[in-house]
């Protein structure tokens, strides 16, 4: 099989840092564009669901969520049980609002910028609230009493 000339693979390099950059460019415009509470109100929610888990968590004398996930097979799976209950309808709503944004305003379904939003949205802001942030929170607390 002969080698590709280097134009052609100039010309596959440049096809392809054009959709890199338009993939870029559609995800940007999701914050002002139709439907943009979204992106702020299911972090918000996740969130407060992260919250609330955390505080279950420390009535019932449970260990916080990333130590005890990396460190106890048992409470990992009770701990992946209950994230997927937290954040299982977030991830749901946010990946059917972000297909209609899609398929609405770009006319086309890329699934890579899907999955990407909805992560962002959804699982991205319950990791951090359920990792350092409540660690931090139990710290300054711990501090007061």
Known sequence: MPARSRRAVDKDMDAFFE????????????VDGPLHFRLFVMPTVVTILAILADRRDAREGRPAHLGAFFTDPVE????????????GRVFIVA????????????RAFHPVQL????????????????????????LLFRKRS
Do not use: H, K
């Open 115 to 138: 999955l990407i939003v909805a992560v962002s949205c959804a699982i991205v802001p319950y990791v951090l609230v359920r990792g350092p942030i409540i660690r931090l929170l139990r």
């Open 76 to 87: 990992r799976r009770r701990l992946f049980g209950s994230a997927l209950t937290d954040i």
């Open 95 to 106: 990946i059917v609002l972000d297909t209609a944004y899609q398929l609405f305003v770009l």
């Open 19 to 30: 959709f890199l950059a338009r993939g870029v460019e559609q995800l940007a415009a999701r």
